[in-house]
């Protein structure tokens, strides 16, 4: 059964059509792709605890697997208990420390950032090394003090990258063999606005929904007659 479960699997290629799900799989990955994409970029913030415990869980198997790969990478206990383990707890500290979360997500895009923008700073070494650090613990204070716009940025992201993905399998698939630079055309043009609408979508709503905030008045007591 074991045997007959990994040729399945292995039948599971996502990169052609010949899958246990018949000639349109590629199909359906692209639209779950823009499924998913799309709620992170209308409904991430409204529904911020769930997308943060399902990033958490994400970012902890993650984790969990390299964890196995660098303790026990020839034996030891199965994969599937560092994933388990460790994707349970980054879902926990996720929704329970959402400062922490605030400060990693600031820190981490801060140093993308800066090593696209600026690659000549980061490269590999000990100037890169001394950059990475600055760029980590200045976006980390920037995710301190403002961990909704980090998160609001970051599922954006996130999504526009699922929605690239499903958009960019149909339009390619459609148009057949192009030329690399026509195919990174498209990917732009599909990824910028996404990310943008996200981002901005995002924080409108979210001020929308937020309680409006009613000062108190305290009036002081009338004298008293004598």
């Known amino acids: 059964?074991?045997?007959e479960l990994v040729r399945v699997i292995e039948r599971l290629n996502l990169s052609t059509d010949r899958g246990i799900s018949g000639g349109g799989f590629p199909e359906i990955v692209a639209l779950l792709a823009l499924v998913f994409g799309g709620s992170f970029l209308l409904f991430a913030w409204k529904h911020h605890e769930y997308y943060l415990g399902v990033?958490?869980?994400l970012?902890?198997?993650?984790i969990g697997l390299m964890l196995k790969g660098h303790v026990a990478p020839t034996g030891g206990a199965a994969p599937f208990l560092y994933l388990g383990v460790c994707a349970v707890a980054g879902a926990f500290v996720a929704v329970q420390f959402r400062q922490l979360v605030g400060i990693l997500l600031g820190g981490f895009?801060?140093?993308v950032l800066g090593a696209v923008l600026f690659p000549s700073v980061f490269r590999p070494g000990e100037h890169g090394l001394v950059s990475a650090s600055a760029a980590f613990l200045m976006g980390g204070g920037l995710g301190a003090m403002f961990?909704?716009?980090f998160f609001v940025f970051n599922s954006s992201l996130i999504g526009a990258i699922f929605v690239t993905y499903g958009v960019s399998t149909g339009l390619l698939s459609a148009l057949g063999?192009?030329?690399p630079q026509a195919r990174v055309m498209v990917h732009l043009l599909v990824f910028v606005p996404a990310l943008l609408f996200g981002v901005l979508y995002q924080m409108v709503t979210s001020q929308r929904d937020e309680p409006a905030?009613?000062?108190v008045v305290v009036q002081a007591a009338p004298p008293v007659a004598r």
Request: hydrophobic share 55%; proline share 9%; net charge positive.
């Open 109 to 111: 895009t801060t140093a």
């Open 213 to 215: 905030v009613v000062p």
């Open 1 to 3: 059964m074991i045997a």
């Open 147 to 149: 961990p909704k716009f």
């Open 55 to 57: 990033t958490g869980f």
């Open 59 to 62: 970012v902890g198997g993650w």
């Open 177 to 179: 063999a192009i030329s």
